[in-house]
């Protein structure tokens, strides 16, 4: 077994004193176990703000795509982790970066309702009708509560903006 998994089930399990040994034994901190998921892409997942910051201090590659595309901070925003979305965005990455399917880290945060999530990403600027590949942009997801469709709308969201014949707004009653 490479050092490189060594440091992953570290992370993985939350260890931060041997990540920190790892780190310190120039274990490269993006090398990856599986599907291209690395160690930042684990500390994100499992919610190790501490350990991701260790690592992204250490050179690990805060845009890094996993298999299907998804960097650190599609988790983040999907797991409604605000302070990790937070330190990746002071960190560089990309708001805007979609996967394979084109999700942007605003369409999950919408997606799964995260208020606090989806007002610290459009304080940033994204493309805020950034459409996936059906069509769907954020403001689709987010039209199942009204607060976070009026975020989106007075953020700039195109209420018209079509996916399948519907709108958001028709989505938002049912």
């Known amino acids: ?7 992953y089930y570290a992370v993985k399990e939350g260890r931060t004193n041997d990540v920190q040994s790892f780190l310190k034994c120039d274990i ?9 998921e690395n160690a930042l892409y684990a500390a994100v997942y ?6 991701a910051l260790l690592l992204i201090s250490a050179g690990a590659i805060v845009n890094h795509l996993d298999a299907f595309g998804e960097a650190p ?24 970066e979609a996967t394979h ?15 606090d999530i989806v007002s610290l990403l459009t304080a940033n600027e994204p493309n805020i009708n950034q459409a996936m590949f059906d069509g769907k942009a954020p403001l689709h997801f987010a ?8 975020l989106l709308l007075t953020k700039g969201a195109n209420i018209n903006q079509t996916t399948d014949a519907y709108i958001a707004l028709t989505i938002s009653n049912y």
């Open 73 to 96: 901070l599609h988790t983040a925003a999907y797991r409604g982790q605000k302070e990790m979305v937070l330190a990746l965005i002071s960190n560089g990455a990309n708001i805007n």
């Open 143 to 150: 039209a199942r509560e009204e607060i976070l469709m009026s």
């Open 1 to 7: 077994m490479s050092n490189e998994i060594y440091l």
């Open 101 to 115: 399917y084109g999700r942007t880290a605003l369409h999950n945060a919408a997606w799964q309702g995260h208020y």
């Open 28 to 36: 490269d901190p993006n090398a990856y176990k599986t599907m291209a």
């Open 46 to 51: 499992e919610g190790y703000q501490d350990i």
